[in-house]
């Protein structure tokens, strides 16, 4: 069904949303920042500091001549903070193999830590205009409906739903990228997981989905996870203030965040396992490379 790409691209064209990581000449290590920042935290959030980091850190070697603590504290509170680290190793691998250049290739993208298959046909898709299905929640969820007369995708993307996106990409790599983005963004805006907006899709008289008459999914692929009281909650509020610290925080203080000695026990011992916190001597915490004079003593988990 070819007619879908165009039809979403002539949509795209009128309804797109300005975001300033699809501007033209927006350099590949914005896209890829933007792209790791939107994983599983809506656009709304990442925009400030997207424009934060592009103003502190526009090129890798900007962010790699830094602590990784330093990205730690401007991640701020997207969540999954792991995702600053990945970004500064990002930035340090792409200094220190490609001269400061995010690399165009899918495999050599792929090499980078952290960054997986969505992710690095993503970048090379929207950075370098190249031709790959580029396949997300939404765009899995919009093609299931259009093309597959299915009320819903899977929860995990499959080789089964790349290839139904390739199908669907005109040949032309210019084109396939901006079909790629108009995809994503009919499911982003349209095509939803509740309430889809069907008499406002384009895709509307030729969506396998509608023509069955089906009825609109009860809720989406994947139910959205609690987050008060988790140990990710506890996490995030360790690091807050840690980010906040100028000297290496006790313990003591750090026991007045949560009143569950375990849980905040086990959220510590987390943050210090995944890189994210660092311990100094005295049982007292901070964001790794970070506090002046007393890198020697600092140890992670």
């Not at 193999?97 to 165009?104: E, I, N, W, Y």
């Not at 080789?159 to 005109?170: I, S, T």
């Amino acid at each position: 069904m070819p007619d879908l790409a165009a039809l979403a691209a002539d949509w795209y064209d009128a309804n797109a949303r300005d975001l300033p990581w699809r501007a033209a000449g927006t350099s590949a290590w914005a896209v890829l920042v933007s792209e790791v920042m939107l994983q599983q935290t809506p656009v709304a959030r990442v925009l400030p500091v997207w424009r934060e980091w592009m103003d502190r850190w526009p090129v890798p070697p900007a962010l790699a001549a830094v602590p990784s603590g330093e990205a730690i504290r401007a991640w701020g509170r997207l969540g999954y903070p792991r995702r600053a680290l990945r970004l500064h190793g990002c930035a340090v691998e792409v200094t220190a193999r490609h001269a400061g250049h995010v690399p165009s290739t899918v495999d050599e993208l792929l090499a980078l830590p952290g960054v997986g298959q969505y992710t690095a046909r993503a970048v090379a898709t929207f950075a370098y205009r190249q031709r790959h299905p580029v396949v997300d929640t939404n765009v899995r969820r919009l093609v299931a409906r259009a093309a597959g007369g299915q009320p819903d995708a899977g929860p995990a993307t499959t080789a089964r739903d790349l290839a139904a996106v390739d199908r669907l990409l005109p040949a032309a790599p210019e084109a396939a990228a901006h079909a790629s983005a108009a995809f994503m963004e009919l499911g982003a805006l349209v095509c939803v997981a509740r309430t889809p907006r069907c008499a406002a899709c384009p895709l509307s008289e030729k969506c396998a989905w509608r023509a069955t008459d089906g009825a609109a999914p009860g809720g989406p692929s994947r139910r959205r996870q609690a987050y008060a009281g988790t140990d990710r909650h506890v996490r995030g509020l360790l690091l807050a203030v840690l980010r906040d610290a100028t000297a290496p925080v006790p313990a003591v203080r750090l026991d007045a965040v949560w009143p569950d000695d375990t849980q905040r026990t086990r959220a510590l011992t987390g943050l210090l396992a995944d890189g994210l916190i660092c311990e100094y001597t005295h049982a007292h915490y901070a964001l790794p490379g970070t506090i002046s004079g007393s890198h020697d003593e600092a140890r992670s988990g």
